[in-house]
């Protein structure tokens, strides 16, 4: 039973560039959320989605970043001509129901050059 | 708000107890602890939920006191394998329940 998968493992992006990164929940799993972590902070929350709904983007800077969890393939988070700023490590996390342990994938850590 | 996590960081002898202290500054409905290596995914260790119940695996379990908004991860005879950062994330009873707020960490490390 695989965990879960996110791609790619790091993406490397000029100013300006757009990002998209991936993220397949484990089986089973319909609840996605994604978190980014900057170096020595702790995991801050962005978005929280279901298949085909985006149930809590609270934490997602409006402008510039996107998510969505088709009916059909993985989840994405999508970041618009990106900035220094957005040089950090982004994790995706799904869980069977709301607040039952929470997987996380390896992280997709972007680097904004 | 972001839970407070202390100490910050720990330095143990192969086989020495350690306690992690997360404290919130608001009613919680839960509270979850992770643990993650350097450069890898944080690893789930337990929930807890309001009630103050204690849970346990092999030699790490944790608490929870509602009333003071606290939870307290007991890692007992540590290993080497135990080294990470732990993470507390809370869970607001006032708010949803899904959205983990988390606090900064404990680096603990466990020398032989």
């Known amino acids: 039973n695989a965990g879960v998968m996110q791609n790619p493992r790091h993406l490397v992006r000029r100013r300006g560039q757009e990002a998209r990164l991936r993220c397949s929940p484990m089986k089973g799993h319909s609840h996605v959320y994604w978190y980014r972590q900057l170096p020595e902070e702790g995991l801050k929350f962005m978005v929280y989605l279901q298949k085909e709904n985006i149930i809590d983007e609270s934490g997602m800077p409006k402008e510039r970043f996107s998510a969505e969890f088709p009916k059909e393939g993985p989840s994405i988070l999508r970041i618009q001509q990106v900035v220094r700023g957005d040089s950090a490590a982004y994790f995706c996390?799904?869980?069977?129901?709301?607040?039952?342990?929470?997987?996380f994938g390896q992280g997709t850590r972007l680097t904004v050059v | 708000q972001q839970p407070v996590q202390s100490p910050q960081a720990v330095i143990l002898r192969e086989g020495e107890d350690a306690v992690i202290n997360c404290s919130s500054s608001?009613?919680?409905?839960?509270v979850h602890w992770y643990r993650q290596k350097h450069g890898e995914a944080p690893v789930f260790l337990m929930i807890l939920l309001k009630g103050g119940e204690q849970k346990g695996h092999e030699k790490i379990s944790a608490s929870f006191n509602e009333k003071k908004q606290q939870s307290s991860l007991y890692l007992t005879a540590s290993q080497l394998s135990y080294s990470g950062t732990y993470f507390c994330?809370?869970?607001?009873?006032?708010?949803?329940?899904?959205?983990?707020?988390f606090g900064k960490g404990t680096l603990l490390t466990v020398n032989p």
């Open positions: 996390a799904s869980s069977r129901t709301p607040n039952t342990e929470a997987f």
């Open positions: 994330g809370t869970e607001d009873s006032g708010g949803s329940n899904y959205k983990l707020t």
């Open positions: 608001k009613a919680l409905y839960s």
